[in-house]
């Protein structure tokens, strides 16, 4: 081999590297690995026996843990399209003992053809791992499509080849549609974003961001010098839509304008976002305290509110921390409860579907009235009918229902209504902060991996002529406007099934007593009592 390298023995085994590339091979032989967070991902997803193909496998220095996960009676298919670097994961391999991988010194595409491979200088200081394939002037390098490999079984594809990511996954729509593998995706070129995003929602999948540091400080050679600074990986991670597999710690992506930099705001709360875990099994009980559950109280002014939690948090400060399973003390939202078990706290399947949610404060607060409409959701699984919400705003509390009841197995529909972008009119609710002209593309986003649920622009009742479903087996309501829910109530009521339950969200708050008294004149002309339950939500059940 003509170009220079050296050789290091680190975390995963032993590596030979270009010490001129200026992350992989300065990682490796400075720390001894390379990327250590995303090595701890593919840890959790992938079992022995599992058929990996990596787009873009470089010198393998994700390849090799990741062939030592499979083990023997698995396989990784790694492309490299370049030769010296092909050369380089070969001889890693071999090194490490791995018989279990097949190196292709090609590139990956939406279709055959042939690209051309720049022309380095490896002795230069260079991200070689950071080369864009082109079709101008240099070497020939063949293009393969992941469809053409024609695997009866794949349960991983990573891709990470330079802003060719959609075209990638272009290429194995059929093998994907075939197999439901798990993908794993850089997204770090934010003219390419929105592409490569909607091209994974149409292929049925959920995904998440998987932000990840280059520097670990708990890496292999105990090195505290970080000499990568704030440098990070940006990926997707994404599952089908039908998966059960929860992820906790990162950040679902919302719509195809999503970028990580607002998904970083989004998880300020509680998350650390290089810190994903993977379950396909309950959470444990010690994963509620990576939530951090505010108390928020409603209708107290501004210039009023912040005394009011000062005094509020010192007195409650005497009972030790409140918000967590074996608290005295529960305070969110605007109740201040004593001695309850506050059993959702515990109830880590419900727990799973909040953290899927990327709940904010606002959200968190609430916690407990989202527990109760999923406690009324579930029950209408056993009720024939679909599922309506009226007022969906950002989707956050559709969005824990159909995590918490894995919707996409359900047969069920659910319809959800807003208009998302209300201009003050009468019938209308107080705009909120996050109305906008972009709401109803965001909240379409959301859920563009569900195809049984439907999000509906317009002005109830008037947009029920859209779609509305004929037997209604669970219906919340939080419109904030008495006029448009009760007009909701009118045109709905006779749809919902016996057992159905409703949920009217702000029925037992002062500021919203129109709906309240409303809402009460509506049931008791039909006979039928509402009951006020803590969480200021009214609960009313269909005979």
Known sequence: MDVPFKTATGRHGTFSYLPNDIFVGRSLELYGEYSESEVAVFGRLLKPGAVVIEAGANIGALTVPIARQVGAGGRVVAYEPQAPIADLLARN??????????????ALGGQRGILHVPKLDYRARGNFGGVALGDGDGEDVPVDTIDGLGLARVD???????????????????????????????????????????TIFALGYRAWWHVAPLYNEDNHAKQPTNIFGDVVSVNLLCLPAESKIAVVGSVPVISED???????RRASHAIAMGNTALRSEPMPPSDTR????????????????????????????????????????????????????????????????????????????????????????????????????CGTYRGYSASVIVNYLEFGQTGRQFFLYDLFD???????????????????REVTARFAAFPKVRVIKGRVPDSFAQACPDKIAFLHIDMNSAEAEIAALEH?????VPGGIIVLDDYGYRCYRAQHDAENEFAKARGYPIVELPTGQGLLIKR
Not at 93 to 101: C, E, K, P, Q, S
Not at 258 to 264: K, P
Not at 426 to 438: I, L, Q, S, V
Not at 492 to 496: A, E, K, N, P
């Open 258 to 264: 999503d970028t990580r930099h607002s998904a970083g």
């Open 290 to 389: 990576q939530m951090r559950i505010p108390f928020m109280p409603l209708g107290i002014e501004e210039t009023q509110q912040a005394r009011f939690l000062e005094k509020t948090q010192s007195y409650l400060g005497q009972f030790g921390e409140t918000n967590t399973p074996d608290a005295a003390v529960f305070a969110a939202d605007s109740m201040i409860v004593f001695m309850h078990t506050a059993g959702f706290l515990s109830d880590q399947r419900f727990l799973s579907a909040i953290f899927a949610s990327a709940p904010d404060d606002r959200d968190l607060t609430i916690i407990w009235r989202t527990h109760i409409l999923c406690w009324a959701a579930r029950h209408g699984l056993s009720l024939d009918g679909d599922f309506v919400e």
């Open 422 to 440: 209300p201009t003050g009119g009468a019938g209308e609710g107080h705009r909120m902060p996050d109305h906008g002209p972009t709401l109803y």
């Open 156 to 198: 991983l594809i990573k891709i990470d080849v330079e802003g060719m990511e959609a075209e990638v996954l272009d290429g194995a729509a059929e093998t994907i549609r075939r197999c439901r593998p798990i993908l794993y995706v850089e997204n770090d070129r934010v003219e390419k974003s929105k592409r490569l995003i909607a």
């Open 492 to 496: 709905l009521f006779d749809r919902v």
């Open 93 to 106: 391999l071999a090194a490490n003992g791995l018989a279990n991988v097949e190196v292709r010194r090609a």
